[in-house]
Nanobody
Framework: EVQLVESGGGLVQAGGSLRLPCAAS????????IGWFRQAPGKPRRGVAC??????????ADSDFVKGRFTNSRDTTKNTVYPQMNRLKPEDTAVYYC?????????????????WGQGTQVTVSS
């Protein structure tokens, strides 16, 4: 059974940090790109970052909301990706999802991913 399980969400004050591990099982982790998305209430799901298989190159959303504040790493021995958000802002409040795709043509498009986690809620208070 394929599973992607996010953890690490919760309530944090503005300026704080959160790490959102995404643990994968049931597929060959090293062959998949792992994307990271978020969805705020009433908004579409939006790509935040993607760490690719093989090269482990990471793409980040080309937007001020990500640049310089988010990092991403991948541990193939543990089948886990470790997105981390720093200097959090209230507008970062959303449900955060990880997703796995073999060859997403556009890393920030949800349609390019085959498997999804259940999501973890992040709430940032001002």
């Amino acid at each position: 059974e394929v599973q992607l399980v996010e953890s690490g969400g919760g309530l944090v004050q503005a300026g704080g940090s959160l790490r959102l591990p995404c643990a994968a099982s049931g597929f060959t982790f090293g062959d998949y790109a792992i994307g990271w998305f978020r969805q705020a209430p009433g908004k579409p799901r939006r790509g935040v970052a993607c760490i690719h298989s093989g090269t482990r190159r990471t793409n980040y959303a080309d937007s001020d909301f990500v640049k310089g504040r988010f990092t991403n790493s991948r541990d193939t021995t543990k089948n886990t990706v470790y997105p981390q958000m720093n200097r959090l802002k209230p507008e970062d409040t959303a449900v955060y999802y990880c997703a796995a795709g073999r060859t997403p043509l556009a890393w920030n498009s949800p349609s390019g991913y085959d498997y999804w986690g259940q999501g973890t809620q992040v709430t940032v208070s001002s």
